[in-house]
T-cell receptor
Framework: AQKVTQAQTEISVVEKEDVTLDCVYETRDTTYYLFWYKQPPSGELVFLIRRNSFDEQNEISGRYSWNFQKSTSSFNFTITASQVVDSAVYFCAALSKAGTALIFGKGTTLSVSS | DGGITQSPKYLFRKEGQNVTLSCEQN?????MYWYRQDPGQGLRLIYYSQIVNDFQKGDIAEGYSVSREKKESFPLTVTSAQKNPTAFYLC????????????????FGQGTRLTVV
């Protein structure tokens, strides 16, 4: 069975704090993609990043960075110097070569206060 | 602009009624999906279609039906057999990736919020 686990249900931080969102993907497959999505209050899911299971390079995009470790099947997402506009629900998702559609974690609600 | 269009944004259903949610994409993607989102539950797959005239049930297909007569369109019907249809419904599409022979990231529409009245 495959499963995406986001252990943190809710996180609250104050602006300018760094925050890391955790994600673990349980699978026996060796070929898969991992994704992060952002869901603002408007409801639409916004794609942030894709990582394949053979690429363990960290990725940085502005204040966002991602760390994938295949040995622990973790794909963590860090927001540096958080801002109020970062407040949203963040979903981790996965798709294995043996799968048919993306499977999602239950999401982490991030609240950034000023 | 390329994207996925869902309509309506809000939908109210009376007990015993069937309702159809529309999903159209102009991204030329082969795969399309319907997910249901309930508070605290994440997204759960209802139906999936890889090509025209073919679709597969997801984890929670009971009480739902779909069709895929055109590549661009993947409507979802919520039937009266669905006992708890109040939820947020999201349609998505994705393209294939030749490198690994699988689909890649899904792009989502703005969603339809269905309420039973």
């Amino acid at each position: 069975a495959q499963k995406v686990t986001q252990a943190q249900t809710e996180i609250s931080v104050v602006e300018k704090e760094d925050v890391t969102l955790d994600c673990v993907y349980e699978t026996r497959d060796t070929t898969y993609y991992l994704f992060w999505y952002k869901q603002p209050p408007s409801g639409e899911l916004v794609f942030l990043i894709r990582r394949n299971s053979f690429d363990e390079q960290n990725e940085i995009s502005g204040r966002y960075s991602w760390n994938f470790q295949k040995s622990t099947s973790s794909f963590n997402f860090t927001i540096t110097a958080s801002q109020v506009v970062d407040s949203a629900v963040y979903f981790c998702a996965a798709l294995s070569k043996a799968g048919t559609a993306l499977i999602f974690g239950k999401g982490t609600t991030l609240s950034v206060s000023s | 602009d390329g994207g996925i269009t869902q309509s309506p944004k809000y939908l109210f259903r009376k007990e015993g009624q069937n309702v159809t949610l529309s999903c159209e994409q102009n991204l030329n993607h082969d795969a399309m999906y319907w997910y249901r989102q309930d508070p605290g539950q994440g997204l759960r797959l209802i139906y999936y279609s890889q090509i025209v005239n073919d679709f597969q049930k997801g984890d929670i297909a009971e009480g739902y039906s779909v069709s895929r007569e055109k590549k661009e369109s993947f409507p979802l019907t919520v039937t009266s057999a669905q006992k708890n249809p109040t939820a947020f419904y999201l349609c998505a599409s994705s393209r294939g990736d030749r490198e690994f022979g699988m689909n890649t990231e899904a792009f989502f529409g703005q969603g339809t919020r269905l309420t039973v009245v």
